[in-house]
């Protein structure tokens, strides 16, 4: 097998590792608050302590770009395709991270529902998830207009965040307010808002390696 061969096959791998790390992270999301509406403690804290896996598995891919720049003399478009997934899967590792910070301030609040804090946030819930979603998809196909979406729907996400953001300070001004646990909430919202942001970075990823631009 030529050269070129070898890179293409092991670049093809390399992509594959990274949609099962995308979807070990969007599964675990999903978990996360699938746990939350039937108030199952026990997945929300292997949640909080599975994170150490994407991590693990974040590293891997690391390893397997370093050898692929060393090993295979990629030519500049192959580089910017390795740079491309170096920046992306760092993204994906800190939503992994998002999701365990997210699982623990739901056992502080004792797994209250989201939607006595703010009849928002389960949209907010909804909304992030897809855009995450949408943008490791769009990089994986190597979809740039999927990409260019993703950056647009960011708007909605930020929309929500500030309507979460706005009904907890109004929660905050009543006496009989839990005060620790809207701030909790607080952040749990801008844990989301966070992923919104680790998407938007993952499409223009994928516009660098596509286009060569830079946002």
Not at 15 to 28: G, K, T
Request: with cysteine; charged share 35%.
């Amino acid at each position: 097998m030529s050269p070129r061969n070898v890179f293409e096959r092991e670049l093809e791998q390399l992509l594959e590792r990274i949609a099962q790390m995308s979807y070990m992270v969007e599964e675990a999301y999903e978990k996360l608050f699938k746990a939350l509406e039937i108030k199952d403690r026990e997945t929300i804290e292997e949640i909080r302590e599975n994170d150490r896996n994407i991590n693990d598995l974040n590293r891997e891919i690391e390893g397997q770009c370093l050898k692929l720049i060393t090993k295979q003399q990629p030519i500049a478009g192959d580089l910017r395709i390795i740079s491309s997934v170096l920046k992306m899967v760092s993204d994906i590792e800190r939503v992994g991270d998002n999701v365990s910070d997210m699982a623990e301030l739901l056992l502080r609040i004792d797994m209250q529902p989201l939607a006595s804090y703010s009849c928002h946030l389960e949209g907010m819930v909804v909304a992030t998830r897809e855009l995450f979603a949408q943008a490791v998809d769009a990089f994986v196909k190597n979809d740039l207009k999927a990409s260019r979406s993703v950056i647009r729907g960011d708007d909605v996400i930020d929309t929500l965040f500030n309507k979460v953001k706005n009904d907890i300070i109004e929660a905050l001004k009543e006496e009989n307010t839990n005060a620790d646990e809207y701030i909790d909430m607080m952040m749990l919202t801008k844990y989301l808002e966070k992923i919104g942001d680790h998407a938007v970075n993952v499409a223009e990823w994928q516009i660098f390696r596509e286009t060569g631009e830079i946002s």
